[in-house]
């Protein structure tokens, strides 16, 4: 949605108390200036929750007004179990469903932009007074060159998370998604375990289905 408003990525953000309370993760602090784009790639890099609710405020809709937008897009794509009640995803009345979560990556993936900051590995970037240096809390996309990106989640309710996206043999992609995983470690050896079927069977499976559609 900001992407698709042409919002100034180079806008200066300054974080808020609000934005940083009780967020699990976040790499910003209160009265820092941020540019938008680096909030963007803190939230989809390093899953930070502060520079989501940043983003959201900075908005020209404003947090109610962006989450409004969130779950209009979401009936856009078709997301019929899907609900929004805040941008953060810290909250258990956010709810979706597997396909659902195949569906907003796939949709996510194929925005260039989005897709390029999910790939990276790692992100710097400078604040109004300091230097930062993240992660990118998939892992996978350090690990493995098949997968292309993706995204974590994690609250008490779901459960670990992670929507990723890995070619298959023929080159195609694939969403794959694991929910509710009981630790860090068993989400991403779902997915790695997923992802290794992906290359193996993922273009026979896509085969079939093209024969069906003929």
Known sequence: MLLEHGRDLGLDVVVSGRDV??????????????????????????????AARAIARASPWGTRGFVERMNRKAAEL???????????GLDERNVSSPYDVARLIAAAMAEPALARIMAKGSYRFRTSGRRVAVRNTNRLVRERAD????????????????????ESRGGVPLAVVVL??????????????LADWVRTQGQTLLDGRRLAVQ
């Open 21 to 50: 309370r009780r967020a699990s993760t976040t790499h910003v602090r209160q009265r820092e200036r941020v540019t938008l784009g680096d909030l963007l790639h803190l939230a989809l890099v390093a899953s930070d929750n502060a």
């Open 78 to 88: 078709g997301l019929d179990g899907t609900r929004f009640v805040d941008p953060s």
């Open 147 to 166: 997968v292309t990106g993706g995204k974590t989640g994690y609250i008490r309710e779901a459960g670990y998370c992670l929507a990723a996206y890995v």
């Open 180 to 193: 509710g995983a009981r630790s860090n470690a068993e989400r991403f050896a779902e997915v790695r375990r």
